[in-house]
């Protein structure tokens, strides 16, 4: 099962920022770009919003991690085994880059979080999941008998 933008061929796009001027930013910058992003402040929220089996791109940022710890990232993969989790790093959280790597982030974007290097995230998350959707879509299709 994949749940997909009803606005676009995209996988969901969600953003666990507590920091409510990178939320915006973020939030804006992914709409400008045919993205619909669904923001959430609080972890249990996001938790909740996630499904097995959906294709998700997730941003959390540092001061998600300081607030619920470094744990968010295998809770979100518990909820979620096709989520890439982007972690978000501005300089106060710098010391969480390597965690959030072996905890199983996809990747991570530095402040001032450049509008290039989103997307350019966002641009390779997609790409890893366009495999999976023919392999999948593969599966479904059976030969005919003849």
């Not at 919003?49 to 518990?78: M, P, Y």
């Amino acid at each position: 099962m994949q749940t997909m933008n009803s606005e676009s061929d995209h996988p969901l796009v969600l953003l666990l920022v507590c920091n409510k001027e990178t939320r915006e930013y973020l939030s804006d910058l992914l709409r400008r770009n045919s993205y619909s992003p669904q923001a959430f402040s609080v972890p249990a929220d996001l938790l909740n919003h996630l499904r097995a089996g959906t294709d998700a791109i997730v941003f959390v940022d540092g001061q998600a991690v300081s607030n619920c710890g470094a744990g968010i990232f295998s809770k979100i993969r518990e909820s979620c085994s096709g989520c890439k989790v982007i972690f978000l790093c501005d300089r106060a959280h710098r010391e969480l880059i390597k965690e959030a790597m072996g905890l199983g982030a996809y990747g991570c974007v530095l402040e001032p979080y450049e509008e290039w290097e989103v997307l350019t995230m966002v641009r390779h998350v997609l790409s890893d999941l366009k495999p999976k959707r023919r392999r999948s879509s593969k599966k479904t299709r059976r030969p005919a008998e003849g």
